[in-house]
């Protein structure tokens, strides 16, 4: 059977002053063949003649991780590695809807205070102790004191507490809505995860270098900018929803898995094409035609798939007058910029929602009047309105992203 490895192309959605990038199929029949095939996984049984088994998947990612700790470090490269190994209580869908994962079941009391969250039974930790109420309330307190998502929380949280080996409350002082999509948020590493209460102890608040967690895969190893090795846990007792994006059941084809950290570009690149990586990012936008028509690879559109910004400081002149602010919107032709920066139109889309289509916090409404609406003179007359003296504006910017 020939190999075909995939390349990860990124797509750019520019959103009211952003750059947003997501994680979804760029073609909606594309999209519905990959659910298909994952419903068509759920639920399988590991036969001696299914081909699918085995081997080592070798992925080739651009950066290093200063550490492994999610809770230490808003490093998206932690959680793209160890979301193999740790699992949260909640898991985010490929609609972004926030589904029970570690957690079977919550429910919400009247006032809104109160979240009652029960847990799956059986479920293994790597080192094969059985996950109970204790390890989730010691991960959620640690994640509440180390991680910034932690620090939105709480100053709204009254008390959590365990109540017998699969359960859990948290008691809130007001309603606080967007609790469990916290729980959820990998963006930025803000997923709170489970680990046995004894790790949690015997590290505190210092960086965790043994990683046991619930996930389809063990950590073996770190290697320093090299690599990170995985390998497949046979005790993974997996969530019995279908499979969608993060959450739901999922299944370890692979007996080991291998990220190792390759910095070029063109490495990462030629190392697919050679067939040395199965799977890479970042593949260069300008070579996406000649790459889609090698039969030996897959390129693989990320529609979106993280986020740049222009950020304002909206405590000082101009930009903390609203009438500046519009100014400057209006002063900037989407399109243009959309084509500058990126070019080929399948990698880009106007899009005035800072949620791309699909989630459910997209609105179609948002920015109506105020996004794409070039017109440098109405810009010119809300600069004045805003009194703006005609100083320089500084834009401080990283140049290895521009």
Request: charged share 30%; aromatic share 10%.
């Amino acid at each position: 059977m020939k190999k075909i490895s995939k390349l990860l192309v990124g797509i750019l959605i520019i959103a009211m002053l952003s750059t947003v990038l997501a994680g979804c199929s760029s073609k909606q029949e594309s999209n519905q063949e990959t659910e298909k095939e994952k419903e068509q996984n759920v639920g399988e049984e590991k036969t001696d003649e299914d081909s699918r088994y085995g081997g080592t998947i070798v992925v080739a990612q651009k950066m290093p991780p200063a550490v492994l700790d999610s809770d230490k470090s808003t490093d998206w490269v932690i959680s793209s590695i160890m979301s193999h190994v740790y699992e949260g209580l909640f898991e985010f869908d490929k609609n972004f809807e926030a589904k029970p994962h570690l957690a079977e079941s919550y429910d919400i009391s009247d006032d809104g205070k109160t979240y009652n969250v029960k847990l799956r039974e059986g479920v293994l930790f790597h080192n094969d102790k059985e996950m109970t109420s204790e390890d989730v309330l010691a991960s959620f307190e640690r994640w509440l004191e180390n991680n910034d998502a932690g620090g939105m929380i709480s100053p709204y949280l009254d008390k959590a507490e365990a109540k017998g080996p699969y359960e859990i409350v948290f008691k809130f002082n007001e309603p606080y809505a967007p609790f469990i999509n916290i729980l959820a948020s990998h963006v930025s590493n803000q997923k709170m995860v489970v680990r046995p209460k004894e790790i949690i102890e015997k590290f505190g608040a210092d960086p965790i270098t043994e990683h046991i967690g619930t996930g389809p895969y063990k950590f073996v190893e770190w290697v320093g900018d090299q690599y990170v090795k995985l390998t497949r846990f046979d005790d993974y007792v997996p969530s019995k929803l279908p499979a969608s994006m993060l959450s739901g059941e999922r299944i370890a084809y692979a007996d080991n898995i291998i990220i190792k950290f390759i910095k070029e570009q063109s490495v990462r690149i030629a190392g697919v094409q050679t067939g040395e990586f199965h799977f890479a990012e970042d593949a260069p936008q300008d070579q996406y035609e000649l790459l889609k028509d090698n039969p030996d690879v897959e390129t693989v559109i990320v529609k979106p798939d993280g986020m740049e910004m222009l950020i304002l400081n909206c405590g000082t002149a101009p930009f903390d007058n609203i009438y500046a602010r519009q100014a400057l919107v209006h002063s900037i032709d989407m399109e243009e910029l959309g084509k500058a920066m990126v070019g080929n139109d399948d990698f880009w889309d106007l899009e005035a929602c800072l949620h791309p289509k699909g989630n459910i916090w997209y609105d179609e409404n948002a920015g109506q009047g105020i996004y794409n609406n070039y017109d440098l003179e109405k810009a010119k007359e809300l600069l004045k309105k805003a009194g703006y003296d005609g100083s320089p504006i500084v834009i401080l910017s990283n140049q290895e992203d521009t």
